[in-house]
């Protein structure tokens, strides 16, 4: 069996890594694995069993995890919880506002990057996350960093969740959220040397993507010519 491919996209929360990743894994025929998603099935049910968050202890959390499988098809690979779908579950803001707090959890990263790997290790992969390309994946051959003016991704993130247009009021809220969550994700969100950066404050998604995909085919290319 010849060596898998393995896209890396990074970038800090909000800059579009899922979506993006989704639409170049379609794109290029790979399956893609967000593996926020993990992280996010984790806290879903750590919320749902109730407690203060700060009381949260790694051992117990990673009990949790033992209930979050992996499912979905040839194209995505999607969390489940107790054997059933958990894409509703994940999404919340109750969710996103306590994910950053389970992910800092040494034991809890390591299980989520051991089925990452997994993952990649039958399929060619668009992989989304924060330290893909330096801890998961550091001999990718093609990374990406994602980033993105602040107030821009916390547009962009209340666009998608209220499906309309925010006030400056919320962005200016959401912005100060986003800034906090950065400090607390800092040490895992680090651009690995080699990857490329994309800076997509003024570009469309489409943009994005394309750009992403052209560096792929163009590192296929170069695979082939080998």
């Given at each position: 069996m010849s060596?898998?491919?393995v896209v890396a996209i990074d970038g800090p929360a909000a800059s579009g890594k899922s979506s993006t990743a989704r639409w170049v894994?379609?794109?290029l025929g790979y399956l893609h694995v967000d593996s926020g998603a993990l992280y996010r099935a984790v806290t879903a049910l750590a919320a749902a069993e109730g407690g203060e968050p700060e009381g949260w202890t790694e051992p117990a959390v990673m009990a949790l995890a033992a209930r979050v499988g992996v499912g979905g098809d040839a194209r995505a690979f999607v969390p489940t919880i107790d054997g059933a779908p958990a894409e509703e579950a994940l999404r919340g803001q109750h969710v996103t506002r306590l994910v950053s707090r389970v992910a800092q959890m040494p034991a809890v990263r390591a299980w989520?990057?051991?089925?990452?790997?997994?993952?990649?290790?039958?399929?060619?992969?668009?992989?989304?996350g924060r330290?893909?390309?330096?801890?998961?994946?550091?001999e990718a051959p093609l990374k990406i960093f994602l980033v993105a003016d602040p107030w821009e991704r916390a547009r962009r993130r209340l666009v998608q969740s209220l499906g309309r247009r925010p006030t400056d009021d919320e962005i200016a809220e959401e912005t100060e959220r986003l800034v906090q969550r950065d400090a607390r994700d800092a040490t895992q969100t680090v651009q690995a040397k080699d990857a490329v950066l994309i800076?997509?404050?003024?570009?469309?998604?489409?943009?994005?993507?394309?750009r992403i995909v052209a560096l792929a085919r163009a590192l296929q290319r170069g695979a082939a010519g080998a």
């Open positions: 060596e898998r491919v894994a379609d794109r989520v990057n051991e089925q990452v790997r997994l993952a990649a290790r039958t399929n060619d992969v668009v992989v989304d330290d893909i390309g330096t801890a998961v994946f550091p800076d997509t404050t003024y570009l469309t998604q489409a943009e994005q993507v394309d």
